[in-house]
């Protein structure tokens, strides 16, 4: 996608500060951070939300689990916890229509959200 900002960072057009990459994601620090820890993970496909996951890219989501809890482990919030937010949509408050998990934490988190 030629005008997406996260394409634009994983092509390294938009610098930002690298947390983990491998071939298939990116986790990068989010520009204005929620709490202590906010990185966000992306695939380097581009999917643009949830709704449009296809089978295909299930194997990539499963990954993209799996790396979230090797973050935490590296970012120093796995024991205490953190929470994965996945907004979709204009009503679930999804800003950049390029897929990405929120990965929070560093202090108690408020729920539910409002
Ligand atoms: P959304 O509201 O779409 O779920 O979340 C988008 C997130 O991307 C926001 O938390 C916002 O701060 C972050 N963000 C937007 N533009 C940039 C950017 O250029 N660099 C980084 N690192 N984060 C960004
Ligand atoms: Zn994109």
Not at 3 to 26: A, N, Q, R, S, T
Request: with cysteine; charged share 25%; proline share 6%.
């Amino acid at each position: 996608m030629e005008d997406c900002i996260f394409c634009k960072i994983i092509k390294g057009e938009i610098p930002c500060k690298k947390i983990y990459e491998d071939d298939m994601v990116l986790g990068f620090e989010d520009i204005n951070p929620t709490a202590p820890i906010h990185v966000l993970l992306i695939p380097k496909k581009h999917i643009k939300d949830i709704n449009e996951i296809a089978n295909e890219d299930l194997n990539l989501m499963a990954h993209s689990l799996g790396v979230i809890k090797d973050i935490a482990k590296q970012m120093n919030i796995k024991e205490n916890g953190y929470r994965v937010v996945l907004n979709c949509g204009k009503d679930g408050g999804q800003e950049v229509p390029h897929i990405h998990f929120h990965i929070i934490g560093g202090r108690k988190l408020n729920w539910p959200p409002g």
